[in-house]
């Protein structure tokens, strides 16, 4: 599958729900492999108490407060790397939580790294699914996804889809803000289908 080209740090520059949203059907690349993002959380900081970055600046949420374009991967419940992309103008956290991905490329290496997945469909149906079948690891927090071997890259193919939009998935604190998106339909997504 050919892809269009990277995203520029302007895309992510912007408010982070607008990105989540603008995230569906872009095209996550690791190294061989790449999947279609098909599900987003946003995370906005300040009254987001949801959000890491809700308490401020630390060693771990550095990041989050830096320039737009980079890598947040972060370790959770002692056994899953969680990727986030972060937004917003630098001093402004915000970050976006890549939930779910459809494999369009390296696909039998995605398998060796996940042999529990039956199908295709559970591949990248999940924060932790998807960055242990793309390789993604603690090592590329704070990469640049502008350049380097971590990108998001346009489609190359316009695909038409309804965005669905319910609460968050997975978290007690601002549960109820709806901030996960979704393509509609799409049998790749983690958790409650829309």
């Given at each position: 599958m050919r892809f269009g080209p990277i995203l520029k740090r302007e895309f992510y520059d912007?408010?982070?729900?607008?990105?989540?949203?603008?995230?569906?059907?872009?095209?996550?690349?690791?190294?061989?492999?790449?999947?279609?993002?098909?599900e987003t959380e946003a995370y906005l900081g300040g009254e987001d108490l949801a959000a890491h970055s809700a308490r401020g600046i630390t060693d771990r949420?550095?990041?989050?407060?830096?320039?737009?374009?980079?890598?947040?991967?972060?370790?959770?419940?002692g056994m899953y790397e969680c990727l986030n992309?972060?937004?917003?103008?630098k001093g402004v956290p915000g970050c976006v939580l890549i939930r779910a991905l459809e494999p369009v490329a390296g696909i039998e290496l995605m398998q060796k790294r996940r042999p529990a997945a039956r199908?295709?469909?559970?591949?990248a149906s999940g924060p932790g699914k998807l960055t242990l079948a793309m390789g993604i690891t603690r090592a590329q927090n704070a990469a640049d996804v502008?350049?380097?071997?971590?990108?998001?890259?346009?489609?190359?193919?316009?695909?038409?889809?309804?965005i669905a939009?319910?609460?968050?998935?997975?978290?007690?604190?601002c549960a109820d803000l709806p901030l996960r998106f979704l393509i509609r339909g799409?049998?790749?997504?983690s958790g409650r289908k829309a």
């Open positions: 912007r408010a982070t729900v607008e990105v989540a949203r603008d995230l569906l059907g872009k095209v996550l690349v690791h190294g061989p492999a790449a999947g279609a993002i098909v949420t550095r990041v989050i407060f830096g320039p737009p374009g980079h890598a947040y991967v972060y370790f959770i419940y992309l972060v937004c917003e103008a199908k295709a469909e559970d591949l502008t350049r380097g071997s971590l990108v998001v890259r346009d489609s190359f193919e316009a695909r038409q889809f309804d939009v319910t609460p968050r998935i997975g978290i007690t604190k799409n049998r790749f997504v």
